[in-house]
């Protein structure tokens, strides 16, 4: 119904920023809500933020609180992850995902996935 493809990964030096995005495609974008994800190797799946239909409820997760910000364009069918004061614990691959609530916490109540873009913080 959907597809969504991430971009604006890299390697950067701890300090520094990124702005990923993630388009989407096939449906009307404003009919989900949308989130992001993180999986470093080893490691579970976890959430980093999510934001609803309207752009105007957000949620981001204590570990980023304060340093990731998520917003939404609509017209560009396209959700951001600001992501500032990167840390080496960021390092993980990010994905975007799409679903029924900004309130969902798990990645299981998330029906649509990207790819993932590579995120690398350097000490």
């Known amino acids: 119904q959907v597809q969504l493809v991430e971009s604006g990964g890299g390697l950067v030096q701890a300090g520094g920023s990124l702005r990923l995005s993630c388009a989407a495609s096939?449906?009307?974008?404003?009919?989900?809500?949308m989130a992001w994800f993180c999986q470093a190797p080893g490691k579970e799946r976890e959430f980093v933020a999510a934001?609803?239909?309207?752009?105007?409820?957000?949620y981001v997760t204590d570990s980023v609180k304060g340093r990731f910000t998520i917003s939404r364009d609509n017209a560009k069918n396209t959700v951001y992850l600001q992501m500032n004061s990167l840390k080496p614990e960021d390092t993980a691959v990010y994905y975007c995902?799409?679903?029924?609530?900004?309130?969902?916490?798990?990645?299981?109540?998330?029906?649509?996935w990207g790819q993932g873009t590579q995120v690398t913080v350097s000490s």
């Open positions: 995902a799409a679903g029924d609530s900004y309130y969902y916490r798990l990645p299981q109540q998330y029906g649509y």
């Open positions: 934001i609803g239909r309207s752009g105007i409820g957000t």
């Open positions: 096939g449906r009307s974008f404003s009919s989900y809500a």
